[in-house]
DNA sequence: ATGGCGCGCGCAGCGCGA
């Protein structure tokens, strides 16, 4: 089974890369970040011509998430529960006996922000609620844009982002909570190549520069993580023309 | 030097992302 995330920044303007995408990566569940795109306006039947299943929570212009999914999906949730948010950030399914979570976390734009102090009480909900499904669910997998370089090995620069927003101390202080309730990074449970990213500004020729940051993530159960044989970033749709700034990551549970 | 790019909205230019 492969598990992906990807955020797509727009999903209706990267609509013909992810159904390239889906068609290549054969991936069996995909969980979308950033759709901006309202209930009504899914594109419900281009994703089921694919061969897809879908579940979605959409809002106008900002946010949106969406878990795709070739196996019928069951038990929808939208939101963390006891979280008043009108944000579209959170999206839980079942597939058959595997729980999967879809995040978008707050960006939280920079550390003397409000919106640092948001994402910040938004994380503490989070590990509360993830602290229960692991409880509740042996095989859960928490995927999306954790908007969190975990480890300064995840920055291109890490002398220029310290202590900014994406990299401080207690964003990763956070991160290290969701590991401390038995959840696995999967893109560490591999040996991986050095400066592996999956978030790259659209300015400055970051890309080809390969100035990034590994924000995006999947996390793993133990009964999962013991399963999983791999977990890259796929680079290749970063490379097209109009594409999102982030790559997709996937994970091979078997 | 506080910008660079891309998106949505909506029709000019701004808020936001990371």
Redesign the pocket.
């Known amino acids: 089974m492969k598990l992906a995330t990807w ?1 797509v ?2 999903l ?2 990267r609509l013909p890369h992810l159904l390239d995408w889906l068609q290549q990566s054969q991936a069996d569940v995909v969980c979308l970040q ?1 759709t ?1 795109t309202e209930d009504a306006n899914f594109p419900r039947a281009e994703i089921e011509a694919a061969g897809y299943q879908a579940a979605f929570a959409g809002q ?3 946010n949106g998430v969406a878990i795709l999914s070739r196996q019928p999906l069951q038990d929808v949730q939208v939101g963390i529960p006891g979280l008043a948010d009108e944000q579209k950030r959170v999206l839980a399914v079942t597939v058959g006996t595997t729980r999967i979570i879809d995040l978008y976390v ?2 939280g ?2 550390v003397d922000s409000d ?1 640092y102090q948001y994402k910040l009480k938004w994380l503490e909900a989070l590990a509360d609620w993830l602290k229960a499904e692991l409880a509740q669910y042996p095989e859960l997998a928490v995927l999306g ?1 954790f ?1 969190i370089a975990p480890e300064d090995r995840d920055v291109y620069d890490p002398a220029a982002w310290a202590g900014q ?2 990299c401080s101390e207690s964003e990763r202080a956070h991160f290290r909570a969701l590991l401390g309730l038995g959840l696995k990074d999967g893109f560490r449970l591999f040996e991986q190549p050095e400066k592996s990213y999956s ?1 790259w ?4 020729g970051a890309f080809r520069r390969n100035m990034g ?1 590994r ?1 995006d993530h999947i996390l793993l159960s133990p009964a999962l993580a013991r399963r999983c044989t791999a977990c890259t970033v796929d680079t290749a749709p970063r490379k097209l023309e ?1 594409p999102s ?2 790559a997709p990551v996937i994970a091979e549970i078997g």
Request: hydrophobic fraction near 20%; avoid cysteine; aromatic fraction near 10%.
């Open positions: 955020n920044n727009s209706k303007v950033e901006k106008k212009t900002y707050p960006n734009q920079s919106k844009d908007n927003v994406l978030w500004d659209y300015r400055q940051l924000i109009r700034d982030h």
